[in-house]
């Protein structure tokens, strides 16, 4: 049988992740657990989402995944290094593909930073866009109410509208010329935020440059598998299945899904 | 003292894959052997292209490099795997980046591919390509001429212009969208490749794929440098240095490079 590629998210925005590799990889079987019941992960403290993320890697790991692409940016600041020095499979995050497509894009050097709060008190952009360029310009920004929009399915809504103009007025006056969306459930609102930011402002979302990642170390490893043997997508909510599927459905334009509920932690 | 990244190609054509490195990891360092006297690779078998990687692997081996790029297609062809395989340094091609840009580039999934006789008859590029996506197609052309060409510094003259016309030709019949310069060389030509294909082609230059390639897996093993200590590139040819110069100052935009002459193989 087909070994998976796992992901995990607090809840759906990890499958902005998992359409761009169903898109460059398109014979590979995908995993994809979200904690929906315990999101959002931004307000949390490190130590409770390092936990969490834990229980949400060990949950697919015990399903045989071949890869582990931890799709959320608070997750990935909080447990990516432990994670990945733990397991004997690759893991990857985020914030490190984010970084690398913000500063291709970005003519300036001036980069700019959504995200949870989590992932804003973490540093991690900063640092991981300092190890590739010293001279880049950060202008970091917690936008604590997206989340929420997004997982209620609210993300194309006249709220939504309205906070995202509200949330990110701050950033009008600075000098950015490219805009991290550093949360995986924000690709879902793009259409509001480059609307709003205008055309001067280049808004990356990291799923195609983390795809890639996927492809390359999926080959670095000898793992890359097109074969025909079918291929069985699994998803898994701590959540509910309904609105899970609704928002999957139309985001990954894939009408039939086998979702399933499952309880981690404390629930289990 | 930082430990630079490794290049080796036959001749000049593993700098496009430098330059783009350079934008993205710019205060990384490194060090570039080209293999100018012994250049053409392409017509070579593959056990003696397979040698003279290894003899140009040894020599930036030997010099502490932290990861290896075989910036040759020719070369990746016949020794990638084996060079990966017995090195403990992280050692990419330029293969898979150029299949994996090619994909993301192409809406019908019809992809040519330019490439030396060697790389042509290796198939790997029509492997690579089924490894990610096995509905793909394949037109594959060899350009004997192009090498020859770039190497002698008239990549921009009439000539060039016109042998380019001749041997594109075969591929104007063809339905691809998206056309793989299967040879580090040959980006050096991508204005007269784009100019006699036309809009409805995108042409690849691997270079920015492979230099993501080399920044995630720098990453995915903590080799990433942007520290301030002072970086020293070094370029090695075994052929004419005022040759390479020019050729080198024009493309990587570098006036001043430290470029020495060394001698592999029999000549050593």
Redesign the interface.
């Known amino acids: 049988m087909k070994r998976a590629i796992g992901f995990i998210d607090s809840g759906v925005g990890g499958l902005t992740v998992v359409k761009e590799v169903l898109k460059?990889?398109?014979?590979e079987q995908i995993y994809y657990l979200g904690d929906t019941a315990r999101c959002p992960y931004g307000p949390r403290d490190r130590e409770e989402v390092h936990k969490f993320t834990w229980e949400m890697t060990n949950f697919l790991v015990e399903r045989n995944i071949k890869m582990l692409v931890i799709a959320c940016n608070t997750a990935t600041a909080a447990a990516l290094k432990d994670i990945r020095a733990k397991l004997d499979i690759?893991v990857?995050g985020v914030i490190?593909?984010g970084s690398?497509a913000a500063?291709?894009a970005s003519r300036n050097n001036k980069i700019g930073i959504l995200g949870t709060i989590g992932t804003v008190q973490s540093m991690a952009y900063p640092a991981a866009l300092?190890?590739?360029?010293?001279?880049v310009e950060v202008d970091s920004l917690a936008c604590p109410k997206f989340v929420s929009i997004v997982e209620s399915g609210e993300y194309k809504s006249a709220i939504a509208k309205k906070v995202v103009a509200e949330s990110l007025l701050p950033l009008k006056s600075t000098k950015i010329d490219t805009l991290i969306l550093g949360c995986t459930h924000y690709p879902l609102l793009k259409p509001l935020i480059e609307n709003f930011m205008g055309e001067g402002v280049a808004v990356i979302n990291s799923g195609?440059?983390t795809a890639?990642?996927v492809?390359?170390?999926l080959?670095?490893h000898n793992l890359?598998d097109?074969?025909?043997e079918s291929v069985q997508h699994r998803f898994f909510t701590t959540g509910s299945v309904p609105i899970f599927r609704s928002i999957a459905a139309d985001w990954l334009s894939m009408p039939e899904m086998e979702i399933e509920h499952i309880e981690l932690g404390e629930g289990k």
């Open positions: 460059q990889l398109p014979h690759p990857i490190q593909p690398r500063l291709k300092k190890t590739l360029n010293r001279h195609e440059e890639s990642e492809s390359a170390l080959d670095y890359l097109a074969t025909e």
